[in-house]
């Protein structure tokens, strides 16, 4: 759970911050088509591609240093993390919402356990009782890719 958790986590942070991931299309039009006709011209991508180089470029020397490379990744990434962050405690409390599920604002150690049941019945998908580390039985690991180090 919590490496599957880890695992998208960095996937969303890098998908946020690569510009053209293949389900960022949509985004990437977004960012570039400046006239907003639902089509990027080499123009627009150019245009664009000099404004964001004069704004990575903060010493204004022509060149872009890998200290301000770093730093205007980093800038991006501490937004995308700021997004995720928040986005993942409203997730929290909506969990709490749901788990609490007299809505009395107290998770009770039933309710507490029911959900914990709820996640180990949808991890048994072949419903014998049984979850094994071998996967197959488990509905989240037979989508995953095996974890490597
Ligand atoms: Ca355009
Ligand atoms: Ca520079
Ligand atoms: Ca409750």
Known sequence: MTRTFGLSLA???IAGTAGAAPHGFEAFVKQYDSNGDGIVSPLEFQQERDASFKETDTNRDGVISETEYVAEFTKRLDENMK????TQLKQAHIRFESIDSNADKRMSRDE?????????GSHDSNSN??????????????????AKK
């Open 83 to 86: 997004r995720m962050r928040e």
């Open 11 to 13: 996937i969303t942070l």
């Open 129 to 146: 009782g049984k979850l094994s580390g071998a996967g197959e039985n488990s509905a989240v690991t037979a989508n995953q890719p095996p």
């Open 112 to 120: 507490y356990l029911a959900s914990g049941w709820r996640m180990y």
